[in-house]
């Protein structure tokens, strides 16, 4: 009865199913449902737990440093969305060229960075742009006749060096995902473009970027998800979860703040929502731009 039970055709597809249900309940929704349930709550370690209602939330639209936070959160998605979109797409396609020599060269050198813990690489990158002269970037900058520059003391500057992290660490990830979009694309389209005179641009702008629109989709969903909840980076470059006047904190960052570093579970888990919410929002918008949720015509 059992062994009939478990080869059973109707059955099997739910058993094979059922390890990542039970992952996905244990360690996303029921986190989810609790932090939820915390938000609405005032809790501290060691003290019991009492409802306040939405007072975290109506807290959170008048604390300025929680909207310092969410527009550098914003800014730095935007920025590394323009960075982490058009320049892999290109560097793999560079790299996909026939001609192109060296392509597991290249495909090794953009992609080591992301072998680099987030920890040292975010310790370097802190000592490249440190603010006295014998730091790299300052060095370079000497060449120039250019004064010192105290990078990670300004709004734009500090955002200058986050990005540059960004951009060294995700450039490979990105472009070997559309390397292998590119890889789906059959050559026998490019084939028939170049017998109709097509130029190198104009077979790029008609076939190529379509063709990868599922591709860039997904690497722009990731990024935008990746560029909200970036805090790591930002507290290594920084040596801290106090930068200068806020300038690199996160929401990730104000959550580990309240959370942590002040105990106050309740407000935090508000903070975690509100970025969930967020998330959830930008990328529905985009992928329903980009009509992922469009019916095919048949």
Known sequence: MIKNFLYSQKVAPYVFVLPFVIVFAVFWVYPLLSSFEMSFQKISLGQEASW???????????????LKAVINSAVYMVLTLVILIPFPMLFAVLINNKFMWGREFFKSSFFFPALTSVVVAGTIFRLMFGEMEGSLINSILGWFGIEPVKFLKGQVTGFIALLALA???????NMLYFLSGLKNIPDEYYEAASIDGASAFQKFRMITMPLLKPTTIYVVTISIYAGLAMFIESMMLWNGNNSPKNIGLTIVG???RQGIEKNNLGYAAA???VLLAITML???TQLAFSGLFKKEDR
């Open 52 to 66: 306040v209602g939405l007072d975290n939330y109506t807290k959170l639209m008048g604390d300025g440093i929680f």
């Open 167 to 173: 951009a060294w660490r995700w450039t490979g990830v």
């Open 254 to 256: 104000y959550l580990y």
């Open 271 to 273: 903070v975690g929502i």
């Open 282 to 284: 930008i990328n529905l």
